[in-house]
């Protein structure tokens, strides 16, 4: 079964920028822009706006800037910078020479701060933080003006300078917007524009000792840019009379900007302070461990661009917040390995298994399909001896009703060799557990069929004990054990519910040997097991692979949520 057709429905944002078409809003132009905070990884819901940004400048034959947001360099990486590059072209984009920091506007930011200054619409303010928080009112109370609030502009202007050459100490003095303290939107009261910070930039090393906010980098680094669509999540929409307010102040270049719903995914967290918070307290092993929504950790685990970019098309572009199911993601995945991944046999758990009426040293190499979905992917060999192994899943010595697999007396079918008769069962004398199985073969089934045509109700995975790899496998699973932790009412902490069961290792499997050269990033369907990627952690001497994804469909309870949400898209 492959991903549906599906539209969403109808785009708002591509709705909008029709309309700036046919007016000719933009002399024709759509300009967009994917502006992160190098302060991470990326992760899945920074996916979606990759995707939106860079997808709607393809559509309508424009341009899509890669610009980051390095305004505080308190929290900021070179390392953050290149992960965020790495994952922006593996997802499948490419910014040309369009790639731009706010760092490269200081200079200007910073003169457009003396305009507002000098147009008397900013004022150093020597409040502490907490004093600003505590002037600045609630939702029903309107603030209070600050003291500081009516100094001269020439005052104004002189601190300023001193303040950009490093007289003041850190968080001393700030400067603020003269706006409005009894706005009803809190971010209309005066916000603070600037503030004091000793702290090495990642770019710009120790030049600097004063940042802008992000709210006024932003509006003015679009300005700068020529963005015509500057697209936002959500939560910066109350922000936006503000970023209207700053342009308008110094009548500059005015783009749109627009907001959208950001990605909430269940059993999962997209707050990078979150994330962070893992990695620190060693809940996961990094930002790139397979558990983590962050593209790199994805990528680790076996995710494909392809894979995402069709998950962020099938969810669409949201005006209200929701949550989406992350067996969507999920299937999206496994649709699209479905059909480019080759196939192999693992055992993971493995059992013994004596063929007592098999040649002692004969080996057959038998043919097996490399992929259902796509015939040019040919044949492999597969070796087949008398001593094979299979799981232990696929025994029981008093199966229970409904269990159609190998049991005493039972007959099955290897999957691409023969069909087989269990016989009899060796145990641990000590244990009592079950090490051996000694089954008898049908050499007249070679390849799977049998010839008077006897059905069998079983097909198995198997290696040959003579020819196996072994190999580790990583086992993960949902990184918490709650849909939503916000949805909690008894307010936990995230970290209660991190799920402790997420990875389970694996350290005896055994693998068929077309899998002996494999490199890092490769992925395969190993048969009736799931999708496994070769991990990293790989060495001439040890195979590692993780599970990408279960080969469980769940297509239709994700129909059904579909369903149900329908519309959420206007």
Not at 277 to 302: A, F, I
Not at 318 to 328: F, G, H, N, P, Q
Not at 491 to 509: I, P
């Amino acid at each position: 079964m492959s991903v549906p057709d599906f539209k969403p429905a109808p785009n708002f944002i591509r709705n909008i920028i029709n309309e700036d078409l046919e007016s000719n809003k933009y002399q024709g132009r759509v300009h967009t822009r994917f502006p992160p905070e190098p302060n991470g990884y990326l992760h899945i819901g920074h996916a979606k706006s990759i995707c939106l940004n860079f997808g709607l400048a393809a559509e309508f034959n424009g341009l899509c800037n890669l610009r980051f947001d390095d305004t505080n360099p308190m929290k900021e990486d070179i390392e953050y910078i290149e992960s965020i590059k790495r994952d922006v072209k593996w997802l499948g984009f490419n910014w040309e020479d369009r790639e731009y920091y706010a760092s490269d506007y200081f200079e200007q930011l910073y003169q457009f701060a003396v305009d507002l200054i000098k147009l008397g619409k900013a004022y150093i303010c020597d409040l502490t933080a907490e004093e600003v928080r505590n002037f600045r009112g609630t939702l029903t109370e309107p603030g209070t003006e600050s003291p500081y609030r009516n100094r001269s502009i020439e005052e104004n202007l002189d601190l300023f300078t001193r303040m950009r050459a490093g007289e003041f100490p850190d968080a001393s003095r700030t400067l603020r917007a003269k706006i409005d303290m009894k706005s009803p939107n809190l971010n209309m009261r005066d916000p603070v524009i600037y503030r004091i910070v000793r702290a090495s930039h990642p770019r710009t090393g120790a030049k600097w000792c004063i940042y802008p906010m992000y709210d006024f980098a932003h509006c003015f680094s679009d300005s700068i840019e020529r963005i015509t669509h500057s697209i936002c999540t959500l939560e910066f929409e109350d922000h936006r009379p503000l970023y209207d307010w700053f342009l308008d102040q110094l009548n500059v270049y005015h783009p749109q900007q627009i907001e959208f719903a950001r990605l909430n995914l269940t059993y999962t967290v997209m707050s990078k302070r979150k994330l962070l918070e893992l990695v620190k307290k060693n809940y996961v092993t990094g930002w790139d461990d397979p558990r983590l929504p962050t593209l790199s950790g994805m990528r680790r685990r076996g995710y494909t661009p392809r894979a995402i970019r069709t998950f962020c098309e099938l969810i669409g572009v949201a005006k209200r917040e929701s949550m989406v199911d992350i067996a969507l993601l999920e299937y999206c995945l496994r649709d699209d390995l479905n059909k480019t991944a080759p196939r192999a046999m693992a055992v993971l758990n493995p059992l013994k298994v004596v063929i007592d009426n098999y040649p002692d040293d004969q080996v057959e190499e038998l043919d097996a399909i490399n992929n259902p979905e796509d015939e040019s992917a040919g044949k492999r060999k597969v070796p087949f001896s008398k001593v094979i192994y299979i799981e232990k899943d696929d025994f029981r010595e008093d199966p229970p009703r409904k269990y159609f697999r190998l049991a005493p007396g039972r007959e099955v079918r290897l999957r691409y060799a023969y069909f087989i008769t269990c016989h009899t069962v060796v145990k641990d004398e000590k244990t009592g557990e079950i090490v051996e199985l000694h089954c008898t073969y049908d050499p007249a089934t070679r390849g799977g069929w049998a010839p008077d045509g006897r059905k069998v109700q079983a097909t198995m995975h198997w290696v040959s004990a003579e020819h196996v790899i072994p190999a580790e496998v990583r086992l993960y699973d949902r990184l918490l054990t709650i849909e939503d932790p916000s949805d909690d009412p008894e307010k936990k902490d995230f970290l209660e519910y991190f799920n402790k069961n997420s990875l389970e290792v694996l350290s005896n499997c055994l693998v068929e040997p077309s899998l002996k050269n494999v490199k890092p990033g490769d992925i395969y369907q190993f048969e009736r097991q799931g999708y496994f990627c070769v991990d990293p952690d790989t060495t001439a001497e040890k195979l590692v692979f993780n599970r990408t994804v279960t080969l469980k469909d769940t297509w239709a309870k994700i129909e059904k949520n579909m369903q149900k949400n329908a519309g959420y898209s206007q």
